[in-house]
């Protein structure tokens, strides 16, 4: 699945990922109303909403764009029906050709972490049939129960040819409580690193592992420290835009052949029209707002990866 990433990275010249993290706040009036007018102000009908939301978001800026990155805490906070909604724009995000990062941030015991794979990266048995459950390209893991916890991710990744990527360090304020702890003179979030390239191995793509990270934009010196450590490593890279990081800071997050790198930003475009500098095209041309705010950030992002 890097290998599809990679290309599509290659193919757009945008090494930016659009998280779709809809908050109902964020969802025109327009919208809303015509999905509470058909469901009623329920579940149903918020998870009708944020789908049309989406949706509009996709069409606009789907040829721009190599990759999504749908947050799942976003939609089960609607729960059933907004994991449908999730569902349902992971779907329609692929029959788009975008590669689908489920932003899922699981891990746990063995046996557990085997059935979220199976059911975020797989396919489950039934019968003498298979199906799969939610059919994301990459998710998110979280490794701090170990390697027990992420191989069964590996080993569905090498099965159903798909990827994941482990948290290294992210872009949050109090990352650095754990994370930077030091262990015989080095932070933790160098020996997880470690650990990552190890469990990268068993899974190659042509140049780069099926197995990514996630540093955080937020932290330039330490993302420039992980990108020397792995060098085969893609890593995502959250914290761009609303959270402060900036396109100069991530000049060292790619390596010399201009890859190894996909930037995230959810709220700056999914959520443009509500800014000031995007104003102008309001409430109904929120994904036209969205597709320009796309088109701003590949240029961002792009000025920084030429200056590597
Ligand atoms: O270290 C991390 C890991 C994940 N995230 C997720 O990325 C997006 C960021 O949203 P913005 O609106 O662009 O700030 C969100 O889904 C986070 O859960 C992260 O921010 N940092």
Same mark, same amino acid.
């Given at each position: 699945m890097i290998n599809e990433l990679v290309a599509q990275i290659e193919k757009k010249d945008a090494p930016i990922v659009v998280g =779709?993290?809809?908050? =109902?706040?964020?969802?025109?009036e327009y919208i809303q109303k015509k999905a509470f007018s058909e469901y009623g102000e329920t579940l149903k009908g918020v998870a009708e909403a944020i789908w049309e939301y989406n949706k509009g978001i996709i069409d606009a800026t789907y040829d721009l764009i190599p990759a999504v990155k749908p947050q799942i805490a976003m939609y089960e906070q609607f729960g059933i029906e907004g994991l449908i909604a999730f569902h349902k724009t992971c779907a329609y995000a692929k029959e788009k050709g975008l590669v689908i990062i489920g932003d899922i941030k699981r891990g746990d015991i063995g046996s557990t972490s085997t059935a979220y794979a199976v059911g975020h990266l797989g396919k489950v048995q039934v019968g003498s049939k298979e199906y799969a459950g939610f059919d994301e390209d990459f998710v998110t893991v979280n490794p701090y129960l170990g390697t027990d916890g992420v191989k069964p991710f590996v080993d569905v990744c090498k099965q159903y040819n798909k990827g994941i990527f482990v948290l290294?360090?992210?872009?949050?304020?109090?990352?650095? +409580?754990?994370?930077?702890q030091l262990i015989n003179g080095r932070p933790l979030y160098e020996l997880v690193a470690e650990k990552v390239v190890e469990w990268g191995e068993a899974c190659m793509g042509?140049?780069?592992?099926?197995v990514g990270c996630v540093v955080g934009a937020t932290y330039p010196e330490m993302g420039k420290i992980l990108r020397k450590l792995m060098p085969k490593t893609y890593i995502l890279v959250p914290g761009y835009g609303a959270q402060g990081g900036?396109? +100069?800071? =991530?000049?060292?997050?790619?390596?010399p052949d201009g890859l190894g790198a996909i930037v995230n930003s959810s709220r700056g475009i999914?959520?443009?029209?509500?800014?000031d500098k995007y104003a102008s095209f309001g409430e109904t041309g929120y994904a036209d707002a969205s597709r320009q705010a796309v088109k701003d950030m590949i240029a961002d992002i792009n000025g920084a990866r030429a200056n590597r």
């Open positions: =779709l993290d809809p908050m =109902l706040s964020y969802v025109p290294v360090k992210t872009s949050n304020p109090s990352s650095g +409580e754990f994370q930077d042509d140049t780069y592992s099926n900036k396109a +100069e800071d =991530l000049v060292h997050y790619f390596n999914i959520a443009a029209y509500k800014q």
